[in-house]
Protein backbone atom coordinates (compact mmCIF):
# COMPACT_ATOMS: atom_id res chain seq x y z
CA UNK A 1 0.00 0.00 0.00
CA UNK A 2 2.74 2.39 0.72
CA UNK A 3 4.65 2.45 -2.96
CA UNK A 4 0.73 2.90 -4.41
CA UNK A 5 0.47 5.97 -2.14
CA UNK A 6 3.79 6.69 -2.92
CA UNK A 7 3.52 6.40 -6.50
CA UNK A 8 -0.01 8.30 -6.89
CA UNK A 9 1.51 11.12 -4.77
CA UNK A 10 4.65 11.15 -6.86
CA UNK A 11 2.30 11.48 -9.80
CA UNK A 12 0.48 14.57 -8.51
CA UNK A 13 3.70 16.15 -7.68
CA UNK A 14 4.60 15.73 -11.41
CA UNK A 15 0.85 16.67 -13.12
CA UNK A 16 0.81 19.83 -10.72
CA UNK A 17 3.85 20.79 -12.06
CA UNK A 18 3.07 20.87 -15.28
CA UNK A 19 2.06 24.53 -16.95
CA UNK A 20 -1.22 22.65 -18.59
CA UNK A 21 -2.41 21.57 -15.64
CA UNK A 22 -1.88 24.71 -14.06
CA UNK A 23 -3.75 26.32 -16.74
CA UNK A 24 -6.49 24.27 -16.49
CA UNK A 25 -6.83 24.45 -13.13
CA UNK A 26 -6.85 28.09 -13.34
CA UNK A 27 -9.64 28.18 -15.85
CA UNK A 28 -11.87 26.01 -14.31
CA UNK A 29 -11.33 28.32 -11.02
CA UNK A 30 -12.29 31.55 -12.64
CA UNK A 31 -15.03 30.25 -15.16
CA UNK A 32 -16.68 27.63 -12.75
CA UNK A 33 -15.93 27.36 -9.12
CA UNK A 34 -15.74 31.17 -8.07
CA UNK A 35 -19.24 31.84 -9.32
CA UNK A 36 -20.72 28.72 -7.70
CA UNK A 37 -19.31 29.68 -4.39
CA UNK A 38 -20.36 33.43 -4.57
CA UNK A 39 -23.80 32.17 -6.07
CA UNK A 40 -23.60 30.08 -2.37
CA UNK A 41 -22.38 33.15 -0.20
CA UNK A 42 -25.51 35.50 -1.44
CA UNK A 43 -27.59 32.90 -1.00
CA UNK A 44 -26.23 31.98 2.61
CA UNK A 45 -26.13 35.24 3.95
CA UNK A 46 -29.56 36.32 4.72
CA UNK A 47 -29.58 32.75 6.89
CA UNK A 48 -26.02 34.01 8.42
CA UNK A 49 -27.69 37.55 9.24
CA UNK A 50 -30.13 35.79 11.02
CA UNK A 51 -28.26 33.48 13.18
CA UNK A 52 -25.87 36.62 13.83
CA UNK A 53 -28.90 37.99 15.14
CA UNK A 54 -29.93 34.75 17.55
CA UNK A 55 -26.37 34.95 18.38
CA UNK A 56 -26.53 38.13 19.78
CA UNK A 57 -30.64 38.04 21.77
CA UNK A 58 -28.94 34.45 23.24
CA UNK A 59 -26.25 36.65 24.44
CA UNK A 60 -28.31 39.17 25.83
CA UNK A 61 -30.50 37.04 27.66
CA UNK A 62 -27.86 35.40 29.12
CA UNK A 63 -26.66 38.75 30.51
CA UNK A 64 -30.27 39.84 31.84
CA UNK A 65 -30.66 36.30 33.72
CA UNK A 66 -27.29 36.78 35.38
CA UNK A 67 -27.78 40.16 36.44
CA UNK A 68 -31.18 39.12 38.00
CA UNK A 69 -30.81 35.96 39.67
CA UNK A 70 -27.98 36.70 42.48
CA UNK A 71 -27.28 32.97 42.33
CA UNK A 72 -25.87 32.78 38.67
CA UNK A 73 -23.97 36.04 40.03
CA UNK A 74 -22.30 34.45 42.54
CA UNK A 75 -21.22 31.81 40.22
CA UNK A 76 -19.88 34.27 37.65
CA UNK A 77 -18.03 35.66 40.22
CA UNK A 78 -16.44 32.57 41.48
CA UNK A 79 -15.50 31.97 37.82
CA UNK A 80 -14.00 34.98 37.50
CA UNK A 81 -11.57 34.64 40.35
CA UNK A 82 -13.57 37.51 42.50
CA UNK A 83 -15.44 35.48 45.26
CA UNK A 84 -15.49 32.46 47.53
CA UNK A 85 -17.34 29.97 45.90
CA UNK A 86 -20.90 29.69 46.03
CA UNK A 87 -22.86 27.55 48.45
Known amino acids: MTL ?3 AIWMAAKRAAADPRVQAKASEVMRDEVVPRVRTAVDLAR ?3 ERA ?3 VRQAGRNVKK ?3 EKSSLRDAKD ?3 GFKKPPK
Open 65 to 67: SIA
Open 4 to 6: LRR
Open 46 to 48: PEI
Open 78 to 80: FLS
Open 52 to 54: RQN
